[in-house]
């Protein structure tokens, strides 16, 4: 894969590799003078909001079914899933991977280059 040569100041859309894509809705959250590490940040945050989303969801799950007498930590590490249980997780890995890295295809434009 080539490598991009270290920015020297703001990117304009002329100048970012089309292989990046094209700019999606909009400009998105702009936090630095270049996209591109803005683009790092917003999907850190996703996936931290993602992460700690979960993270809850299991622990209040856990707690209500211990609550009811219901142990699951060795049934969870027991678990063996069926194809079509495969199948399904599979694709909501997809679309969390799709949701999570949505900002990388984002393009540099004059309305989100720090200008």
């Known amino acids: 894969m080539e490598?991009?040569?270290?920015?020297?100041g703001p990117y304009d859309a002329a100048s970012v590799p089309e292989?990046?894509?094209?700019?999606?809705n909009g400009p998105g959250?702009?936090?630095?003078?270049?996209?591109?590490?803005?683009?790092i940040l917003d999907a850190m945050l996703e996936l931290s909001a993602?992460?700690?989303?979960?993270?809850?969801r299991i622990f209040v799950l856990e707690k209500i079914l211990?609550?009811?007498?219901?142990?699951?930590?060795?049934a969870i590490e027991a678990?063996?899933?069926?194809a079509a249980e495969i199948?399904?997780?599979?694709?909501?890995r997809a679309a969390f991977v799709d949701r999570i890295f949505s900002s990388f295809v984002r393009r540099p434009t004059g309305s989100n280059q720090g200008e």
């Open 3 to 8: 490598r991009l040569p270290p920015p020297s």
């Open 19 to 24: 292989r990046l894509g094209n700019e999606i």
């Open 29 to 39: 959250k702009a936090f630095f003078e270049n996209v591109l590490f803005d683009n």
């Open 50 to 56: 993602a992460v700690w989303t979960q993270a809850d």
């Open 66 to 74: 211990a609550q009811k007498g219901i142990a699951v930590t060795d």
């Open 79 to 82: 678990h063996l899933p069926d």
């Open 87 to 92: 199948a399904e997780r599979a694709a909501l």
